[in-house]
């Protein structure tokens, strides 16, 4: 079975999308072929696809914590954002990887529902927080995570149990074995709908207070070490503010870089190595990326 062969089954499948239209920070080049199954079943004909006739693959959720470098990406890419059902059991929540962790968390509220307020704000897929563990004012995903539902790479449906996961800071199983999300349970408890809506909404007043969310970015672009803040550190290295290109260490926030207008990936590229080489060489410690960077650089 060809990868073209999937259109006649009711699966688009494009050329040549540029992937700008799709990422937070509106750069990355183009996918050589990119598909948005609708359900498991398109998710698995185009994986199984792809594998059988090697096909280089890559899954992404809603693309906020991404760069795509300049030359883009090879192969099928799949965008999981049609598979977004979520759905109630009791005290527990199931979202499919391609629902926003946001929406879940309003949607857990709406039936009086606590444990993901810190989610309210985080603008990633269900699959993405559950692959980076994201986090926020003082919640992470591991903390109300029941069960992860992934395909593997060879086309086997598994779940694995929050111990299975294991999760740590920006830290998943799948980041190492390569497994596609396809759905998390979620396990809350029960609160008072007006306390946990007011809760949400306080959070996101503190990020619209606090964070550049009047330009693309890909949220906080670092990793923040132990014992130390990257904010304050950039800020006392003097390059808050400090541009390459389009992109910009934001003046609001020195943990974010924003797109002023035109950036590219390799502007941003570029920044996050100078700020990595002068925090390096000003305190000794060695920035990580929280950010995933992937794709191939431009010709």
């Known amino acids: 079975m060809k990868l073209f062969d999937l259109v006649k089954d009711g699966i688009e499948i494009k050329k040549q999308v540029p992937l700008s239209k799709y990422t937070f920070t509106k750069t990355g080049g183009p996918a050589e072929y990119l598909a948005f199954p609708q359900n498991q079943a398109e998710l698995e004909k185009l994986v199984e696809t792809a594998n059988s006739k090697q096909i280089p693959l890559t899954v992404i959720g809603n693309a906020s914590n991404l760069i795509i470098r300049d030359g883009g990406i090879a192969g099928l890419v ?6 977004n059902k979520i759905t109630i059991s009791g005290s527990c ?9 946001i929406d879940t968390a309003f949607f857990a509220a709406k039936h009086g529902l606590s444990g993901l307020e810190f989610a309210a704000g985080i603008p990633g897929s269900v699959g993405g927080a559950v692959f980076m563990n994201a986090g926020a004012y003082g919640g992470e995903t591991a903390e109300v995570i029941q069960t992860v539902k992934v395909l593997t790479p060879t086309g086997e449906f598994k779940e694995y149990s929050n111990k299975e996961m294991q999760f740590s800071y920006r830290h998943s199983l799948v980041q ?13 408890h029960p609160g008072q709908k007006n306390i946990i809506l007011a809760e949400m909404n306080y959070l996101n007043a503190l990020r619209q207070y ?7 970015s890909c949220g906080s672009v670092f990793k923040r070490p132990t014992g130390h803040y990257v904010g304050p550190m950039i800020i006392q290295a003097g390059l808050q503010g400090k541009q390459v290109g389009g992109a910009q260490n934001s003046t609001k926030h020195a ?5 002023k207008g035109g950036a590219t990936a390799t502007d ?8 990595q080489a002068k925090i390096k060489e000003q305190f000794g410690l060695d920035l990580q990326t929280e950010v995933r960077i992937i794709g191939k650089p431009i010709d």
Do not use: C, H, W
Request: charged share 15%.
């Open 93 to 101: 929540v199931e979202a499919q990887a391609g629902a926003r962790i």
């Open 210 to 216: 606090k964070q550049p969310l009047e330009y693309p």
């Open 268 to 275: 941003y590229l570029d920044l996050i190595a100078l700020i």
């Open 176 to 188: 190492e074995n390569n497994d596609v999300v396809v759905s998390a349970t979620f396990s809350l």
């Open 255 to 259: 943990g974010f870089i924003v797109n």
């Open 78 to 83: 799949i965008i999981l954002t049609k598979m």
